[in-house]
């Protein structure tokens, strides 16, 4: 069956040239003609690895293209994932499947609701990959990469592909789990490299702050009944910092090329619950004010 790849940023792209090289059938979706042009002119994607550059003739063509669409990996920006989908609808396939690969809480729920007949399956990563240029893609640290539904536990027969593709990965009934617990570490520390404008390691500096949003994120985790999401939560937070200390966030990076972040489906996501259970979070709401108020500075979206 062929795997649809739904964005062609890092992670899709990544995605998109392993399974090609294990010899698994992969067809890019491309939002416009002048990005199927600039692909096509690439002659494919460039997946570089341990320093050794190999192009992988993928065939891409447009959302509206024909033909029904059986698995689609959905590898776009958590902001761009519902409004990316919806062209897809006529062609998906009775019974179709779709992995959602977003970062944060909120945007899986929005494709759910666009495609009720089909089986959603939620996905958490921690690989490393960065776009050296337009469809060339550096992979940049090996990690893992959970996947789950939560409506329908049984493991999909295509696992398979990955562990021949050399996707590191594993199947978990409490996939929400996974998802709840990076969203907190992702609002512990990206939005406080921001506005601190420091590396990871950086944050060593701001203890009772990383502190402080570590013991409302853990009330937040546990009142939204997410209590394993919430054990140890700031010994892990200071580990990553600790291990990540000469890194960008991922939300560091955004702002500093001026693109647009995922606050609303990190941050946002969080007071958002919060509020819904008429949980106060003093400091993650002002946390969150203030990033805000940060990006409206720099002109780029609160939303």
């Not at 995605?15 to 096509?40: Q, S, T």
């Not at 995922?262 to 004010?289: D, F, K, M, N, V």
């Amino acid at each position: 069956m062929t795997w649809h790849v739904l964005g062609a940023g890092s992670l899709g792209s990544l995605w998109a040239a392993r399974l090609a090289r294990a010899g698994v059938p992969v067809r890019l979706l491309l939002r416009d003609r002048a990005r199927l042009k600039a692909y096509e002119a690439a002659g494919g994607l460039t997946l570089v690895e341990q320093g050794q550059a190999r192009l992988y003739p993928i065939a891409a063509e447009l959302p509206s293209g024909t033909g029904p669409i059986e698995r689609l990996l959905v590898a776009c920006k958590a902001y761009d994932a519902e409004a990316a989908v919806q062209p897809l609808l006529p062609r998906l396939a009775p019974g179709a499947e779709l992995i959602l690969l977003q970062n944060g809480l909120g945007s899986q729920d929005q494709v759910a609701l666009r495609v009720p007949h089909a089986r959603c399956v939620l996905a958490s990563s921690t690989e490393g990959a960065f776009r050296e240029s337009d469809f060339q893609v550096v992979f940049a640290g090996h990690g893992f990469t959970w996947l789950g539904d939560p409506q329908r536990p049984g493991a999909p027969q295509w696992l398979d592909e990955l562990e021949h593709a050399g996707i590191p990965h594993g199947w978990t009934p409490d996939i929400l789990s996974r998802l709840w617990r990076k969203l907190a570490l992702n609002c512990a520390i990206n939005p406080l490299t921001v506005l601190h404008d420091c590396r990871n390691g950086g944050l060593a500096e701001h203890p009772a702050e990383v502190s402080v949003l570590c013991a409302e994120l853990v009330e937040l985790l546990q009142r939204c009944g997410q209590p394993a999401a919430a054990e140890d939560l700031h010994e892990e937070v200071l580990r990553v910092i600790q291990a990540t200390a000469a890194n960008y966030s991922s939300m560091y990076q955004d702002v500093a090329n001026g693109r647009r972040t995922e606050i609303s489906y990190l941050l946002g996501h969080a007071c958002a619950t919060a509020a819904r259970h008429q949980l106060g979070l003093p400091h993650l709401e002002r946390l969150h004010a203030r990033l805000k108020a940060h990006l409206q500075q720099r002109g780029l979206p609160v939303t």
